[in-house]
């Protein structure tokens, strides 16, 4: 979401002292041409993690206090809020700027890959999802509503019970090559593993002799 040039400038920010914030805030608008007649607006979102809702209160008491737009999207993945910011920078030629607006759209692609692939004699199956006990899982939840029932979605770790990332997660199951906590798997079948703010994923499954086997989200 963040262009790699302004990574430096929010560490500065981050960095500045509350007495030097306003020089710092004026030498990137000075470096960028940030003109400021044109008027902001901010999205905001956040996960589960105890933290967000005060850090989310915190961003919004800071954009009330520069008197400028925002809109609160509540509980968001941050695909989710990259999709929203990506519809109200084009004007919605995108897609529309809402939540539902991103299942829609992601449904929609996701039903038409199906179709290419069952058209090619692979049929799409089922997959196992571990939802990490984060937002991720709750929004796969809500987003269920959107596929075509022959897409078989198995949740486990859905913030239900457990902690988020423990024993399970994009990580765990990177690092330690095995699938996560509650999982059973059988060979061959499709297993992934989101992160905690679900902008991260990785595939696996075990073979007939029961050898596991990992395709980095990273990497892919």
């Known amino acids: 979401m963040l262009a790699a040039a302004w990574e430096e400038y929010a560490t500065c920010l981050a960095n500045a002292e509350e007495q030097d914030l306003t020089a710092v805030l004026q030498n990137i608008i000075q470096k960028e041409s940030v003109s400021l007649q044109q008027e902001a607006f901010v999205a905001i979102g956040r996960d589960t993690r105890p933290s967000s809702e005060k850090l989310s209160q915190a961003v919004i008491d800071g954009v009330t206090a520069f008197r400028t737009q925002y809109h609160d999207y509540g509980l968001v993945t941050t695909p989710q809020l990259h999709y929203i910011v990506c519809c109200r920078n084009t004007q919605?030629?995108?897609?529309?700027?809402?939540?539902?607006?991103?299942?829609?759209?992601?449904?929609?692609?996701?039903?038409?890959?199906?179709?290419?692939?069952?058209?090619?004699?692979?049929?799409?199956?089922?997959?196992?999802?571990?939802?990490?006990?984060?937002?991720?899982?709750?929004?796969?939840?809500?987003?269920?509503?959107?596929?075509?029932?022959?897409?078989?979605?198995?949740?486990?770790?859905?913030?239900?019970?457990?902690?988020?990332?423990?024993?399970?997660?994009?990580?765990?199951?990177?690092?330690?090559?095995?699938?996560?906590?509650?999982?059973?798997?059988?060979?061959?079948?499709?297993?992934?593993?989101?992160?905690?703010?679900?902008?991260?994923?990785?595939?696996?499954?075990?073979?007939?002799?029961?050898?596991?086997?990992?395709?980095?989200?990273?990497?892919?």
């Open 92 to 220: 919605e030629r995108y897609g529309m700027s809402t939540v539902k607006g991103y299942y829609q759209k992601l449904s929609k692609a996701f039903t038409e890959l199906c179709k290419q692939a069952s058209s090619h004699g692979d049929a799409p199956g089922g997959v196992k999802i571990d939802g990490a006990n984060g937002i991720g899982a709750l929004k796969l939840k809500e987003m269920e509503h959107f596929l075509q029932k022959e897409y078989l979605i198995e949740l486990f770790n859905d913030g239900s019970k457990g902690k988020l990332n423990c024993a399970c997660g994009a990580d765990f199951v990177k690092v330690q090559q095995k699938p996560p906590q509650g999982m059973e798997m059988n060979p061959y079948e499709k297993c992934c593993s989101f992160d905690g703010d679900a902008d991260r994923i990785v595939y696996y499954y075990i073979d007939s002799v029961g050898q596991f086997h990992l395709l980095d989200g990273d990497k892919i």
